[in-house]
């Protein structure tokens, strides 16, 4: 592919996985998924290997079945904003439901993240499983109302992240002007399930506004994401149903008059690696063993550090990736990948030595949107 970037990575942190069994381990803190000591010593490391950014998936269906981390979890934001004042460079990347959220309450909690940590923000803005619409007051609405409601949130966002020109604030004490108010523009947003006036009260960011994601494989997601989004979180069963699913979208970004390469594609992998094929087999052994009916799947990357380098470039380079989201089952293996997989792919040169830049735009190569009236 022409133009290509290089790879990007990001690491879900949140604690005890999306599994039954990571729990158990002896080496996972029981309380990882609410344990802030966990979360800044994962997001430390991914940030000592130069990760483009931290991710955390979120759910809002709540139950006695669900996986032990979903029982016991941080809000996305409260754990980002903590996490800001312990790092630096790595990108923020927070899940919200536009199903269930509030989009005022949202375009301001991800801006101030965003201004916080200056210019390192996103936002996955997701339309999730329609089960949760119980605990947030929208029992009424139904899984036909999520993607009208999902473009809805999407418009009145990007609005309300531009309600300031740059030049807005002039904050002068000598002159005691504090705004100029023709540079404050106000959304006057009518839906049929939003209405929202604005302004919102915080100004443009270090990156201009927040990169914005959203998740799901369907043809009404790709038309959303194509229309709104910096990237998508996607998922395919294979190397070839994801390229298939990348390839779509970058067709529709040109039909709509965008560069493909000012876009991010992801999907998340649960990588076992070891030194040797052997050393990854005992590693998922190790789980297997801590379950009864040893119903742990094998990751799909999975081996030598070696073999999951060659698997990681042969997505890349097959246009299935430009950001591959590690998640662990194993409770160390975000640092196998780290210590093992990483330095491979460093040396191929697909993956940076270095940070590039102080913000997450800047380090995903996406340009500074422009201020731009909606
Ligand atoms: C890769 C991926 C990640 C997702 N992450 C979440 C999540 O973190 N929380 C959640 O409630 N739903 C999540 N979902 C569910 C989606 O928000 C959505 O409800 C579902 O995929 C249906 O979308 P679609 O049929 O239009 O693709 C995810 C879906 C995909 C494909």
Redesign the pocket.
């Known amino acids: 592919m022409e133009n290509r970037k290089k790879l990007k990575l990001a690491a879900i942190i949140d604690g005890l996985g999306w599994n039954y069994v990571g729990w158990q381990h002896p080496d996972m803190p029981v309380d990882a998924s609410e344990n802030i000591d966990f979360y800044i010593q994962q997001a430390k490391l991914a940030e000592a290997a130069k990760f483009d950014t931290l991710f955390l ?5 709540v139950g006695p079945g669900n996986i032990p981390h979903y029982l016991s979890m941080f809000e996305g934001v409260s754990v980002m904003s903590a996490l800001s004042t312990h790092t630096k460079k790595i990108g923020l990347s927070v ?1 919200a ?1 536009t199903s269930y959220a509030d989009p005022y309450s949202v375009a301001r909690q991800i801006l101030s993240l965003d201004k916080i940590s200056r210019g390192r923000a996103s936002l ?1 803005a ?4 329609p089960g ?1 619409m119980v605990n947030f007051s929208r029992g009424h609405l139904g899984k036909s109302d ?2 009208p409601m999902n473009k809805e949130f999407m418009e009145i966002l990007l609005g309300l992240w531009d309600t300031y020109e740059d030049d807005a604030f002039i904050r002068d004490k000598e002159s005691g002007v504090f705004l100029d108010p023709r540079k404050m523009h106000t959304v006057n947003y009518r839906g049929k399930y939003f209405q929202v006036e604005g302004p919102l009260n915080i100004s443009r960011s270090a990156q201009g506004r927040p990169v914005l994601y959203t ?4 043809q ?2 790709m038309d959303h994401a194509t229309s709104y989004t910096d990237g998508v ?3 395919g069963n294979t190397q070839e149903e994801t390229v298939a699913i990348a390839d779509e979208l970058r067709r529709r970004l040109v039909e709509k008059g965008r560069r493909p390469e000012d876009f991010i594609v992801s ?2 992998q649960n990588p076992i690696v070891g030194r040797t094929d052997q050393e990854a087999l005992e590693k998922y052994l190790e789980l297997l063993r801590l379950i009864p009916k040893n119903s742990l799947s094998r990751p799909l990357f999975f081996g030598s550090a070696e073999r999951v380098a060659d698997q990681v470039q042969q997505w890349y380079d097959q246009g299935a990736i430009d950001m591959l989201i590690l998640r662990q089952d194993h409770p160390h293996g975000l640092r196998d990948f780290i210590e093992l997989v990483v330095p491979i792919l460093k040396d191929r040169g697909i993956f940076r030595t270095e940070y590039e830049a102080d913000t997450l735009r800047g380090n995903l190569e996406l340009p500074k949107p422009a201020f731009r009236e909606i």
């Open positions: 998936v979120d759910v809002s269906h899940t439901s996955n997701i339309t999730s499983n949760g999520q993607y998740a799901g494989t369907s009404t997601f979180f996607t998922h999907v998340s």
